[in-house]
């Protein structure tokens, strides 16, 4: 069965620092990959995602995160952290498209000034 | 474009009594999930839609929830009696159905946090 691994619950970083989240994932098959954000009161919206093709993978608001098979990784990182960033990210993989989901138990960032 | 809406954002009901969380996918999205986050874990998968259809429902926890999707529209989740253990985010998203590469992104809606005491 999928798994998805992040390690962390809470990472702290001060701004302009560079932000790593980690994630891991468990797969018999290369999956699918992807990161969402929840800010306060908002729902899950898509950073960025890995189906195939290019290993590196850019998305929204300066976020980018690496497809490493060899490591079974895809961890997230951002060079400079911004106050906005703070949030909760949370890991998913799926075995193809329009499979479900299935999510690491999320990673909270904090920024501090 | 509306995104993904579901209703209430917030339900405080007693043990043993009913609740209905609606979901409004984007418009022309066939696929329809929903999933739940109970409070320090992760967001799990509950079941799957592809129009009024029931494609994967592995994930539901037990018979007293309630899934349907009229007309291949919106969706609502029943539970019926809610247990304490229950409690916690369901969050509802949408994707389009695009053969055959399957690529597309589920989108999530803001989620009901449902509260059973």
């Known amino acids: 069965a999928q798994s998805v691994t992040q390690l962390g619950s809470h990472v702290s970083v001060s701004e302009g620092a560079l932000v790593l989240l980690r994630c891991n994932y468990s797969s018999s098959v290369p999956p699918y990959l992807f990161w969402y954000v929840q800010y306060p009161n908002q729902g899950l919206q898509l950073l960025l995602k890995?189906?195939?093709?290019?290993?590196l993978v850019k998305g929204i608001n300066g976020f980018e995160a690496e497809f490493k098979k060899s490591e079974t990784s895809f961890h997230l990182t951002k060079p400079s952290a911004h106050m906005s960033d703070a949030a909760e990210y949370f890991c998913?993989?799926?075995?193809?498209?329009?499979?479900?989901?299935?999510f690491g138990k999320g990673t909270r960032l904090s920024v501090i000034a | 474009e509306a995104g993904v809406t579901q209703f209430p954002s917030h339900s405080v009901i007693e043990k043993g009594q009913t609740v209905t969380l609606r979901c409004d996918p984007i418009s022309g999205h066939d696929n329809l999930y929903w999933y739940r986050r109970v409070m320090g874990k992760e967001i799990k998968f509950l079941l799957h839609?592809?129009?009024?259809?029931?494609?994967?429902e592995s994930g539901m926890p037990n018979n007293r929830f309630l899934a349907e999707r009229t007309g291949g529209t919106y969706s609502t989740l029943k539970v019926q009696p809610a247990e304490l253990e229950d409690s916690g985010v369901y969050f509802c998203?949408?994707?389009?159905?695009?053969?055959?590469?399957?690529?597309?992104?589920?989108?999530f809606g803001p989620g009901t946090r449902l509260t059973v005491l």
């Open positions: 998913a993989a799926s075995l193809s498209g329009n499979t479900p989901l299935v």
């Open positions: 998203a949408s994707s389009l159905d695009s053969y055959p590469s399957y690529t597309d992104t589920q989108y």
């Open positions: 839609f592809v129009k009024e259809s029931k494609q994967d």
């Open positions: 890995y189906t195939t093709g290019a290993t």
